[in-house]
């Protein structure tokens, strides 16, 4: 059986944790994203893959930029 994670339903569901990282001016802040809090707010079955996260409005902590980059890590 082949398990796509191809939402974000599907990331909480596999225990994946998905974090996001600054790119502007070399900043890379990094922080791990409440997937239930995002699912709570865009649905769980919104696309988890890059072209389309990176569509959401995403503002880095530490510097403002909003340049960002995404990492799965399996849970």
């Known amino acids: 059986?082949?398990?796509y994670i191809d939402t974000i339903g599907a990331l909480i569901d596999s225990l994946t944790t998905l974090t996001v990282?600054?790119?502007d001016d070399n900043?890379?802040?990094g922080k791990d994203v409440d997937l239930?809090?995002?699912a709570a707010r865009i649905g769980r079955d919104h696309s988890c893959m890059h072209s389309d996260l990176?569509?959401?409005?995403?503002r880095c902590e530490k510097c403002g930029g909003r340049k960002v980059t995404f990492?799965?890590?399996?849970g």
């Open 1 to 3: 059986m082949t398990l």
């Open 21 to 23: 990282y600054c790119a």
């Open 27 to 29: 900043c890379w802040h």
């Open 36 to 38: 239930e809090k995002l």
């Open 54 to 58: 990176i569509k959401l409005n995403w």
């Open 71 to 74: 990492r799965l890590a399996p």
